[in-house]
């Protein structure tokens, strides 16, 4: 049962647009949530984040949604850049303190900016 | 800073044989991960240490898999014997605190088991 979906396996803009990467959750004990950035060959890295008491946090190009009734959220990146192509992972946990240490991932969604 | 460091960055090996990963988390660092990755199950949680002691090892999948850190500067992973179905690529992740900080990721282990 995977509790956190990215439904897009793929997604392709072109440069100097908005991409919006969407993510779905299950399991409404969620309260804190990640955004996560990959590269071919590399590991991923830590992108932006939100907490449940939030619906917006944006930092420069990157903002994060979350809509808790729907259990969803998304990450807009404007203006998209060539620089920006990698994989996308949602990811999610439960609690605070030494509780939350469970990040559960989405699938990933490969993000292609285009020049 | 030079970042989580994981070796080897690729390993093939035949079944049955014994394969160990290991993994140099971040100074200062005192939680370390251990994720798997593969194309049906994506990014899984195989265990978390915190201060060196082994807090949830809830994700490894069967006795064939063991985790040590014998030190809060060095974690190994290890597979014994492997099955052609661990093929996966192996993150080792670290961070400090038990709060919110994020996870910071090596580059990896591609493991092949033929």
């Known amino acids: 049962d995977q509790q956190v979906k990215q439904n897009s396996p793929s997604l392709s803009v072109q440069e100097g647009r908005i991409s919006i990467l969407n993510c779905d959750y299950t399991n409404s004990m969620f309260d804190y949530f990640l955004w996560y950035k990959k590269y071919p060959a590399e590991g991923p890295t830590f992108l932006i984040s939100i907490s449940s008491i939030k619906d917006k946090n944006e930092d420069g190009r990157f903002t994060v949604f979350l809509n808790k009734s729907a259990k969803h959220l998304s990450l807009h990146i404007v203006p998209s850049q060539p620089g920006d192509s990698a994989v996308y992972f949602c990811?999610?946990?439960?609690?605070?303190?030494?509780?939350?240490?469970?990040?559960?991932f989405g699938k990933g969604t490969l993000l292609t900016v285009n020049p | 800073d030079a970042g989580v460091i994981q070796s080897p960055r690729h390993e093939v090996t035949e079944m049955g044989q014994e394969v160990t990963l290991r993994c140099k988390p971040i100074s200062g660092h005192n939680s370390l991960f251990w994720y798997r990755q593969t194309m049906m199950r994506g990014l899984e949680l195989l265990i978390y240490f915190n201060n060196n002691v082994p807090i949830d090892d809830s994700g490894m999948p069967e006795d064939r898999f063991s985790a040590k850190m014998p030190n809060a500067s060095f974690s190994t992973l290890k597979i014994q014997p492997s099955e052609p179905r661990d093929s996966a690529v192996y993150f080792c992740?670290?961070?400090?605190?038990?709060?919110?900080?994020?996870?910071?990721f090596g580059n990896g282990t591609r493991l092949t088991v033929t």
């Open positions: 990811a999610a946990s439960v609690g605070s303190g030494g509780s939350n240490y469970k990040l559960t």
């Open positions: 992740a670290s961070r400090w605190g038990q709060t919110n900080s994020p996870l910071h």
